[in-house]
């Protein structure tokens, strides 16, 4: 049995220190229930982005495509998925089937949501939808990358033999792979929207 959960910290103040194109810094002052007071720092996007999504898509039932993309935090090209911001006006369907045709250069017949995903709670707000793509077709959209992506087909029981590359360690990634791996298993059932 799950125990209660406490009390939320009461916030003090809250203060940006820091703020970037993309990102600012805010600085939280808490009293947690049992009279502790503590000072966290937090990352967040600005303006009014309605989030993120990440996609698994599958060619074909056994295979799905991965990108080849830099990543500026390592200073290296990383192995992943395709993923992006959902522009406003866009459901997370929409989003995920144009940065599909963006960075694939494929749009996807059915869509349907995996799971949601943060990644550091502590020191960030920021959730990702994971979604499943399949029934692909070739469709080519002009993203914002600045340099084209390699698209890579990697067979979907092959996550131990990726796992021991160099190159592809993101986190969401790799849960997401294996969250769409037994969604195909049959263990998880479908949600789909489209």
Sequence with gaps: MDAPSPDKPRILSHRRVAKSR???VEELELRFSNGAERTFERLSG???GIGAVMIVAM??????LLIREYAAGFEDYVLTLPKGIVDPGEDIVTAANRELMEECGVGANRIEPLTELSLAPNYMSHRIQVLLASD???HRLE???PEPLVVETHAIDSLPALLARA??????AIAALY????RLKGDQPSTALW
Excluded: K, S, T, W
């Excluded at 060619?59 to 799905?64: E, M, T």
């Excluded at 969250?179 to 037994?182: E, H, M, S």
């Design 46 to 48: 600005n303006g009014p």
């Design 136 to 138: 692909l077709y070739d």
């Design 179 to 182: 969250i769409a791996r037994d």
């Design 143 to 145: 993203g914002d990358e």
């Design 59 to 64: 060619p074909d039932p056994d295979h799905v």
């Design 167 to 172: 190159d592809f360690h993101e986190a969401r």
């Design 22 to 24: 993309l990102f600012q």
